[in-house]
């Protein structure tokens, strides 16, 4: 849900810029005409799109930078970054079955249906242990991992 906001947030950033950049290449454009009383186009529109794409992608950039940075960030000292994972544990191992689906072929290897049936599989339950490394807490996330045994 966070990351869904985080990605709102860079496309309207995203967007902000390409006003900007019209705007400021209109205004330039129209400077240069009044300036020099023609009316051709100045070279200035051939840099726009580049300025805008390279503006994108450094945009795209450090908006994941700051996604990983504020992944990290630790709720005691308020620090971007500063957790590092120190280990994983498994915490405990059920036996469950997971729901599959198979397909059915026929001789010519063509798909001709599916059904699903229940197989052994495991359910293990990780722990995630991480220091910040600015003040030294410790933060545990605890993740459940299933799979098939077959
Ligand atoms: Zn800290």
């Not at 300036?35 to 799109?49: G, H, K, M, W, Y």
């Not at 700051?66 to 005691?76: I, N, S, T």
Request: hydrophobic share 45%; proline share 3%.
């Amino acid at each position: 849900m966070k990351k869904l906001l985080w990605i709102l947030g860079t496309t309207i950033v995203g967007v902000l810029w390409f006003v900007l950049v019209t705007v400021i290449g209109a205004g330039i454009s129209m400077a240069a005409n009044i300036a020099t009383r023609s009316d051709t186009l100045p070279a200035i529109e051939n840099i726009l799109v580049p300025v805008m794409c390279i503006g994108w992608i450094a945009l795209i950039i450090i908006s994941i930078l700051m996604w990983k940075r504020w992944k990290a960030k630790c709720p005691v000292c308020k620090r971007w970054s500063a957790l590092k994972l120190m280990k994983t544990e498994i915490l405990k191992q059920e036996d469950i079955s997971v729901l599959v689906e198979l397909k059915h072929r026929d001789l010519n290897r063509e798909v001709t249906g599916t059904h699903e049936q229940y197989i052994p599989g495991k359910r293990k339950t990780y722990q995630d242990t991480y220091k910040c490394k600015y003040c030294g807490n410790l933060e545990t996330h605890t993740r459940i991992k299933d799979s098939s045994s077959v």
